[in-house]
């Protein structure tokens, strides 16, 4: 057996302190488990404890971006209408004291393999550092943004000044006052870093492949006293929010754009364009995201408010081009302070990469067909292998052997209700693949997929049975929906990391359940009142033995 005489033995082993698997460890440990969490970083918080670059904030308002539970809520208070990094952090502090999470979290815990004992009925989980759990659940609740994406540049290595990935921030802030600068990539996270950067350093030069289509961020501080919705109000506005198509407390509109005349058109569109969130990408007239012409009334209104922003042709027609190069809102629509003025500085520069496309990274900095710049900081704000390699970063084997990876690459990425995987028992996990994911508030869908996991667990236990794993039909006929769903919508028609584009070799296929958050819980809830249906379930082998 060698390691694994000395295997801590739990009912449930969770991976990752972020939402989901904090609330996961406060519900099992409510219904009588034993479970714990292992974290690769040194605190709470996920993407939060990783993501400290300049700039970086949550984009889903407050209050919507915690949990639900009173005893959180009664007595924190949010500074900012969309917190920062340090703030975040803070409340997972919060969460943690409260929920007394700590006694039950390893930190500094990297798991390399997960290997399912088809005899004992259990997984075996071992970490890097030599430490071997023996589980009857693994829950391996990694994220959408566990798997960093580097670009595939000539001479990456070769850079002689610091050379930084965005989401592995040093804790100690790098002194980049004054320096010349260059970010690499314009999602979300390069928009929000290369703002901050802006104001202090020498030169800031932003290299982009495609351009970003920001919504403006209606950021508010919050003076003592003064709350997003009023505590006791709260309950209600939580009720709503898991009720939301999004897991916010709003949903389009409920009519299509052409019901409205043009006066009535740019009327609504400048009242969703003031209320400065994701209101004007997921709040918008309900055929935005379906019909080419609506979709195209959309993003002429965001070309115009942002071409309208900008001194120079030439960044119009880069930022912000004439025609849309890709449908609004099909790749993720970041959120914006300032970002598209900061061009407008002198020591700012955009260098786009189809224009002058990058040759290699150099000694000094980074050579283009046009010419080399010179950097003392590059930072690469490349992104992700997004949604999936959270879990095919690890080497996790399921029944026969065969992981994870192996079958994501022979089959797509292919789930069931982007909570479970066929062929790999009692694991489950959640913001998976084909899940809502990207398209649902995380908090949100951390507590509703989360108690959804905790129920069919306790199904598990209270029937005497020993595993439960989806089936092979059921898989596919779910994967069949999800992509159903997405090709009835504008999104395949943009190259993004909803659909899997960006990592070489990966399949492309939806990543997301696109069908909205109120049609998914409908089809979880019917799968539980049906006796989980597509899952079979096996009672323990000792008492087949005897039987």
């Known amino acids: 057996m060698g390691s694994r005489t000395y295997a801590q033995e739990l009912d ?18 409510d219904e009588g488990y034993s479970a714990k969490i292992v974290e690769a970083g040194d605190n709470y918080g996920g993407v939060w404890y990783w993501n400290r670059y300049p700039g970086a904030r949550v984009d889903s308002h407050a209050p919507h971006y915690q949990f639900s539970d009173p005893e959180l809520w009664k007595d924190f208070h949010w500074s900012q ?14 969460v943690a004291e409260k929920w007394d999470l700590r006694k039950d979290t390893y930190f500094n815990t990297f798991v390399t393999s997960a290997v399912w004992d088809e005899a004992a009925q259990k997984w075996i989980v071992t970490a890097k550092d030599g430490r071997v759990f023996r589980a009857t659940f693994f829950l391996p609740h990694t994220g959408i943004a566990a798997s960093r994406a580097f670009p595939d540049w000539k001479g990456r290595d070769r850079f002689r000044g610091v ?10 802030e790098p002194d980049w006052k004054g320096k010349r600068i260059a970010v690499i990539g314009t999602g979300s996270t390069g928009v929000q870093m290369s703002h901050a950067l802006s104001e202090g350093a020498g030169e800031l030069v932003v290299f982009q492949r495609t351009p970003a289509l920001p919504l403006r961020m209606r950021q508010v ?15 209600d506005f939580f009720r709503r929010r898991g009720e939301g198509p999004w897991g916010f407390d709003f949903g389009l509109l409920p009519r299509r754009t052409f019901d409205d005349d043009g006066a009535a058109r740019r009327a609504t569109l400048e009242a969703l364009w003031r209320a400065g969130d994701f209101t004007y990408w997921i709040g918008n007239y309900s055929d935005t995201l379906f019909d080419l012409a609506a979709n195209r009334e959309v993003y002429d209104f965001w070309r115009d408010k942002t071409r309208a922003r900008l001194h120079d042709e030439r960044l119009r027609r880069l930022l912000a081009p004439q025609d849309p190069p890709y449908p609004f809102g099909c790749k993720r629509v970041p959120l914006e302070q300032g970002y598209f003025e900061m061009f407008n500085q002198p020591n700012v520069h955009l260098v786009d990469v ?3 496309p990058v040759v290699e990274i150099t000694e000094a900095g980074i050579r283009t067909t046009e010419k080399e ?47 479970s995987v066929a062929g790999f028992p009692n694991m489950f996990f959640s913001y998976g693949p084909q899940s809502p994911s990207a398209f649902c508030n995380g908090p949100t869908c951390a507590e509703l997929q989360g108690e959804w996991i905790v129920g069919i667990i306790n199904h ?21 929906q999800v992509n159903a769903i997405a090709e009835s919508t504008l999104i395949p028609r943009a190259k993004s990391w909803y659909m899997g584009d960006g990592i070489p070799g990966k399949r492309r296929a939806s990543l997301m359940f696109l069908g909205g958050l109120t049609n998914y819980m409908t089809e979880l809830k019917s799968c539980a009142a049906e006796g989980y249906t597509g899952f079979r379930f096996e009672i323990p082998k000792v008492q087949t033995a005897s039987a």
């Open 460 to 480: 598990v236990r209270d029937a005497g049975l020993a595993s439960v794993v989806p089936d092979e039909a059921s898989e596919r006929a779910w994967a069949a």
């Open 221 to 235: 501080d919050y003076g003592a006293g003064e709350e997003p919705v009023a505590k006791e109000e709260l309950g």
């Open 354 to 356: 189809n224009e002058t």
């Open 81 to 94: 209408r969309f917190p920062d990094h340090v703030e975040l952090r803070r409340y997972f502090e919060h």
């Open 12 to 29: 449930a082993l969770i991976i990752g302190a972020g939402f989901s698997g904090v609330y996961q460890l406060k519900r099992l440990r």
């Open 373 to 419: 710049w010179e950097f003392d900081i590059i930072i690469l704000a490349t992104g992700f292998d997004a949604v999936t390699g959270g879990l095919t970063q690890i080497d996790i084997r399921g029944v026969g052997g065969e992981t994870v990876r192996e079958k994501f690459a022979r089959d797509g990425p292919t789930t069931y209700y982007g909570l």
């Open 163 to 172: 050379q930084l990935h965005s989401s592995f921030w040093p804790h100690a």
